[in-house]
Nanobody, 116 residues
């Protein structure tokens, strides 16, 4: 089992920036993908960005050029740097782990509110 703990959410004005962090602990597979998903008010949960253990990244079209996902392998931590935030980015952001031979894990979620 892998546990995920997120931090860094909060309230920000439109145009501002925030950085999310997620620390993974437990039985972490050497082959894994860490990512961020979000669920806005009245919306389904959607992919934001992922990064594999080899460093390959993937982004939703809506965040390309504004958000950057990165990871510190030594700290089992994944980051999401979010710039040029707009009210449509308001959501609960969830950290996600997929590992080879491991069950998928989710963090508890962290709320980001972008005011106009």
């Amino acid at each position: 089992q892998v546990q995920l703990v997120e931090s860094g959410g909060g309230l920000v004005q439109a145009g501002g920036s925030l950085r999310l962090s997620c620390v993974a602990s437990g039985r972490i597979s050497s082959i894994n993908t860490l990512g961020w998903y979000r669920q806005g008010p009245g919306k389904q949960r959607e992919l934001v960005a992922t990064i594999t253990s080899s460093g390959r990244t993937n982004y939703a079209d809506s965040v390309k050029g504004r958000f950057t996902i990165s990871r510190d392998v030594s700290k089992n931590t994944v980051y999401l740097q979010m710039n040029s935030l707009n009210p449509e980015d308001t959501a609960v952001y969830y950290c996600n782990y997929w590992g080879f031979g491991s069950p998928v894990a989710w963090g508890q979620g962290t709320l980001i509110t972008v005011s106009s």
